[in-house]
């Protein structure tokens, strides 16, 4: 990481230069740590036993960091010079899915590929390595100090804009601004972006997925989440989009699969792109989250799930068009019930009420506190005012989970972007984001049926209808109506009266201006026009109040930074998908009284689930091979038989599944994809009791590639030896 305001010195990470740095943790295995934080707390790793050097680990451009990148939603590592990358069968599911039809069903049989018959993800999908994390706080903020409100919000992001775009004069480059401890620094984050992405090896989704959602979060866990992409360039070696011409990427490092034993107390060490944690939030927001976010979204996705049932019941190719869609929904719902019963068990609302109330207290004591004490009341307010149309807000933001209802509002928005200047253009609409728009746009034949989108339409529509009447919008109104009775006919007309289900027609009005649109006589472009000013208005209203919270909130986070380092304790910033390291221990843990879990799974516990029903339904091959117990070289000597998951207690969130986790020399011994179901709620609070986080073990990653569904040719490519 460096600091553009200092002397360049050349790729390696300068000291981050935040309040936030300390020379000790408060719990040993507490901490989603920036990797220029790494070396001040170096004591701390050498003592949970990393035998590297922690200086090291501050480079980007050095393994095992440089070998991590972002992976779709989610984390891979590359594992060979040839740009093979390791992540989890559910990061990848939408490329499998993408592949897959009911003849072809790539996600009940697996695939194994040559390197000739590697399949191109979806157009959209992208792996990115990050190569470079520099602050800019000064260029940021500089044209916003003095402002308030809309006004603070447009300076930061016009200056975000004008970083990025210097940034991505370089080819292939994809950059972005975030902020650290919500407006106290800016970082400009620069990442190679691939766009050539493939699909090598996928174990069956009785697999990969194995336990479905009723393991989803749970403990033991039985699940071979793992899946091999391959990423691909042009061949002068530059990022290009898919084309037979071609050629492997060339990682700058790749790590190395382990072939050593795994057992409890073993150090272990992970590195990934965490989405976002949120511990640090005012005690409201940590209220509001316990009291209304979280048992909201529960209702709204089993709406959405139910009705997605309903409508593909019988029809298998619809099931698969929409598994992704319903995987993704799936996750959320578990996620927002266990996040919601974690927070209660610890007293989160409580807990988080006396620590402010604590940092308050300690702050009143200071001096010159009248200030900061003035911008948290008022930040407080503006949190407060959010409230009062936030049901509305929310069934709003779901529209997004349409396809061809949301690229006709897509369609509409572009238009109008595109009689800006590019700089002025919202973000994700410029010109660098037009190759996505596009890619989502070609992807939507994939994932799409009317008689389900309509249906899933309808279901958020009379929910909105049945809001109050200061929550309604006239533009919503004209389109929907306001009588639930008359819904379906309502959205029938709209559906009937368009063609943007088929792909040339999207992506012809992709090229558009405002007045061809206007003027045409497709239903849902004309039904997304009248839409868009109310959507630009709640659009307005939000970053009103985004650009007050990001001029507030430094003064609360200062506030809680110094109180933290004078209770003695450390201070890590909240995860923003950005790269962090956490560090810990192959870890058993009791959940109650009278359960203790072990950290090790073996292939017993495949066959004790086993029902023959899904998500219990072990492939046939994969029970024959258990029962045959030809283990090899990847059996465990210890307990005698064929590992699967493991459990430590690292730290880890959303964003985390598909990250490698190392051990003490840096090489993969795991393969994050999931926290145990007492932990959901780390996003928000980090508890020791119960914090715990589950891995692929990569012996079983080897043992299904060498016996069960053979990748020699890939086994190899690793590095890794066949039995």
Known sequence: MTDRNAPRRGPRLAALALAAGTAFAAHADEGMWLPAQLPEIAAQLREAGFEGDPAELADLTRPPLNAVVRVGGGTGAFVSGDGLLLTNHHVAFGVIQ?????????????????????????????????????????????????????????????????????????????????????????????????????????????????????????????????????????????????????????????????????????????????GRTFRHRMASEFKQQVEWQLPSRVALYDGLLDTI????????????????????????????????????????????????????????????????????????????????????????????????????????????????????????????????????????????????????????????????????????????????????????????????DEAPVRLGWMEADPAALAGSGDTLLQAAATLLPALLRIEDEAKAREGELLRLRPSYMRALVDYTHSQGRAFYPDANSTLRVSYGRVSTLQPRDGVVYEPLTTVAGIVEKHTGEAPFDAPERLLQAIAAGDFGNTADAVLGTQTVNMLTNLDTTGGNSGSPVLDANGRIIGLNFDSNWESVSASWMYDPRYKRAIHVDMRYMRWLMDKVYPAHHLLAEMGLPVD
Request: charged content about 25%; overall charge negative; aromatic content about 8%.
């Open 98 to 274: 993408y592949n897959s039809s009911a003849e072809r069903d790539l996600i009940a049989n697996g695939y194994t590929a040559t390197r000739a018959d590697e399949l191109p993800a979806n157009p959209d999908y992208r792996v990115r390595v990050t190569t470079g994390f520099d602050r800019v706080t000064d260029e940021v903020l500089e044209g916003a100090r003095g402002k308030t409100g809309r006004d603070y919000h447009d300076a930061v992001e016009s200056a975000r804009k004008a970083l990025v775009a210097e940034c991505e004069q370089v080819p292939g480059n994809r950059c972005s601004v975030v902020d650290v401890h919500y407006g106290m620094d800016f970082y400009l984050v620069t990442q190679l972006e691939l766009r050539d992405i493939r699909l090598a090896y996928a174990p069956p989704d009785a697999i990969g997925g194995y336990g479905g959602e009723i393991d989803n979060f749970m403990w033991p866990r039985h699940s071979g989440d793992f899946t091999l992409l391959r990423a691909y360039v042009g061949p002068d070696g530059r990022p290009a989009d898919h084309s037979p011409e071609n050629v492997p990427y060339t990682p700058p490092a790749h790590l190395q699969v382990s072939t050593a034993a795994v057992a409890e107390g073993d150090f272990a060490m992970l590195a990934g792109y965490p």
């Open 309 to 500: 049932a309903a409508r593909t019941d019988g029809q298998p190719e619809l099931k698969v068009r929409y598994a992704s869609t319903v995987a993704s929904l799936e996750n959320g719902l578990k996620r927002a019930r266990g996040e919601l019963e974690g927070l209660e068990r610890s007293n989160a609302v409580e807990v988080r009420a006396a620590e402010e109330a604590a940092m308050l207290a300690w702050l009143r004591q200071q001096g010159d506190a009248a200030p900061i004490l003035a911008d948290i009341e008022a930040a407080q307010a503006v949190l407060a005012e959010a409230t009062a149309t936030r049901e509305r807000d929310q069934l709003v933001a779901t529209l997004g989970r349409t396809e061809v209802f949301d690229a006709a509002l897509r369609l509409q928005r572009l238009a109008l972007e595109r009689g800006k200047p590019d700089a002025e253009r919202e973000s994700g609409y410029q010109l660098r984001d037009e190759p996505l728009i596009r890619a989502g746009l070609e992807r939507v034949q994939r994932r799409y049926a009317e008689p389900v989108e309509k249906a899933l339409l309808a279901n958020l529509v009379r929910q909105y209808q049945a809001l109050p009447a200061d929550q309604h919008l006239p533009e919503f109104d004209r389109v929907f109506g306001t009588d639930p009775a008359a819904v379906e006919q309502r959205i029938d007309a709209l559906y009937a009266g368009s063609t943007l």
